[in-house]
Nanobody, 128 residues
């Protein structure tokens, strides 16, 4: 059973920054592509970013391009999402998910995924 754990969420003012972390025990994260999804109240999760296994290519939703940066630290078995210039619309529960990057564009309705494991999420609130 793949278990992912997110951390680093919190309350931040607009324009501020947060760094989210995603780690796992008992399996090696660099064998998987890792996505970040966020879920606003009453909405379905939406894909924010993905970092691909192997070459580490990153993908971002248009809404966060230029503000968010995904990275890996294989020595720490951790994936990071650095979030800068945060906006109130970035508020939501952020999940890391081990799933191929072609799965970033959808939550459930889409091509069959070869793997799909999710963490429990961490709350990010952007408010003054």
């Amino acid at each position: 059973q793949v278990q992912l754990v997110e951390s680093g969420g919190g309350l931040v003012q607009p324009g501020g920054s947060l760094r989210l972390s995603c780690t796992a025990s008992e399996f090696t994260l660099d064998r998987y592509s890792i996505s970040w999804f966020r879920q606003a109240p009453g909405k379905e999760p939406e894909g924010v970013s993905c970092i691909q296994t192997g070459d580490g290519t990153t993908y971002y939703a248009d809404s966060v391009q230029g503000r968010f940066t995904a990275s890996r630290d294989n020595a720490k078995n951790t994936i990071y999402l650095q979030m800068n210039s945060l906006k109130p619309e970035d508020t939501g529960v952020y999940y890391c998910a081990a799933r191929p990057c072609y799965g970033l564009g959808y939550y459930k309705e889409g091509p069959t995924l070869t793997y799909d494991y999710w963490g429990q999420g961490t709350q990010v609130t952007v408010s003054s």
